[in-house]
């Protein structure tokens, strides 16, 4: 028996990377878990391995975040088959990098719209359930919210927008007895890296293992974060320890965020 035993957690971008591991982390703490991403087939490894952590089934549910209707569809979901909802966790976002002059308003549209529109859709969708559970909302940002970067733009813009939306929607948390918090984890070692990385190669016509090298060099890190250093955090941001925390952003780099914050 886990602290979460009992509750259910909402994860979006569930099905790889830092979203697939924080839902493994929540699930050995006893959580139902509700998985939700755009890739069945992904969603499909991603509950399999919470059942190779000996976690409960998760309820998994397919569909482009992008689209109102498809976050509607989660919570439908939710409220169908297990009617409440402790924990929301806003991970979802794959933002396009990349030479600003080369980034198309649909890029920047894209962007918007999965990250950003996907959690306050679904941060409003599931608020009722929330403050009836006096629940959590955990949105996970990135470190370009605070330090930006000439490759990407949007990913900075977007994560900006979020960052702001999680401090405006906790002072609502405040009355209603919601936490909203925010991670902003630096450069964590996921498919998403390798593929920003494959991006940046193509815009700069330099090879990815030469950008790698030189980023980790540049921030003097010793390693590459993984996602389970943000999912541990993301398990003690949720629980009854974190209670007197509302409207942070604690960054998981390594300390690659060079300013004061």
């Not at 009992?6 to 699930?27: D, N, Q």
């Not at 499909?44 to 919470?50: K, L, P, T």
């Not at 949007?154 to 900006?160: C, D, K, L, R, Y």
């Not at 980023?215 to 389970?228: F, V």
Request: glycine share 12%; with cysteine.
């Amino acid at each position: 028996m886990g602290e979460y035993t009992g509750k259910v957690v909402v994860i979006t971008g569930a099905s790889r990377g830092i979203g697939r591991a924080i839902a493994v982390a929540f699930a050995r703490e006893g959580a139902q878990t509700v998985l939700a991403a755009s890739s069945a087939e992904r969603l499909a490894g991603a509950a399999e391995a919470i059942r190779n952590a000996g976690g409960l089934e998760p309820l998994t549910v397919a569909g482009d975040l992008r689209q109102l209707d498809k976050c509607e569809a989660v919570h439908r979901a939710v409220s169908e088959k297990l009617r409440r909802c402790d924990v929301l966790v806003n991970c979802a976002g794959a933002t396009k990098a990349g030479a600003f002059v080369g980034l198309a308003d649909e890029d920047w549209r894209d962007g918007f719209d999965l990250k950003f529109f996907s959690a306050v859709r679904l941060a409003r969708l599931f608020w009722p359930m929330l403050k009836e559970t006096e629940g959590k909302v955990l949105n996970v940002i990135g470190g370009t919210a605070r330090t930006p970067n000439a490759d990407m733009g949007i990913v900075g813009s977007v994560n900006a927008a979020m960052a702001n939306f999680n401090k405006s929607l906790s002072a609502l948390g405040k009355q209603d007895g919601v936490n909203v918090n925010a991670i902003h984890p630096g450069m964590t070692e996921t498919e998403r890296y390798h593929e920003i990385l494959e991006q940046r190669s193509k815009s700069s016509g330099r090879p990815v293992e030469e950008l790698r090298a030189e980023r980790l060099a540049s921030t003097g890190l010793r390693r590459l974060g993984q996602p389970e250093d943000i999912a541990e955090l993301a398990v003690f941001l949720c629980s009854s320890r974190a209670g007197h925390i509302q409207g942070v952003a604690v960054a998981v780099d390594g300390g690659q965020t060079p300013g004061v914050y």
